[in-house]
Nanobody, 130 residues
Framework: QVQLVESGGGLVQAGGSLRLSCVAS????????MAWFRQAPGKGREFVSAIDRIGTRTKYIDSVKSRFTISRDNAKKTIYLRMNNLKPEDSGVYYC???????????????????????WGQGTQVTVSS
């Protein structure tokens, strides 16, 4: 079992920055692939970024490329999402997900799908004002 707790959200003006953290407890996450998703009111959970278990492969939704950076520190059981130049459309509740997707080919195929992740945190609210 893995428990995930997100933090770092808040209210920020457009152009500002935030760094989200997702801390895991329970078993180690060394073998877990992890990802960030977000959900705006009335919308489904949208993929934002993913990182493989080793931290060598990452994925981003096109709208955040060059602005967001995902990283992980397995020793601290933590993943991060550094968000720069935030825009109002980045607003939403940000969730981190974790699970073991398997071989790299499966990660490449399924990392952006929320159904691929068994463990989720409670989310942290990000609000970007214009």
């Amino acid at each position: 079992q893995v428990q995930l707790v997100e933090s770092g959200g808040g209210l920020v003006q457009a152009g500002g920055s935030l760094r989200l953290s997702c801390v895991a407890s329970g078993r180690a996450i060394t073998w877990d692939d992890m990802a960030w998703f977000r959900q705006a009111p009335g919308k489904g959970r949208e993929f934002v970024s993913a990182i493989d278990r080793i931290g060598t492969r990452t994925k981003y939704i096109d709208s955040v490329k060059s602005r967001f950076t995902i990283s992980r520190d397995n020793a601290k059981k933590t993943i991060y999402l550094r968000m720069n130049n935030l825009k109002p459309e980045d607003s939403g509740v940000y969730y981190c997900g974790a699970d073991r997707l398997g071989v790299p080919e499966r990660w490449d195929r399924y990392a952006t799908n929320p159904s691929s992740y068994k463990y989720w945190g409670q989310g942290t609210q990000v609000t970007v004002s214009s």
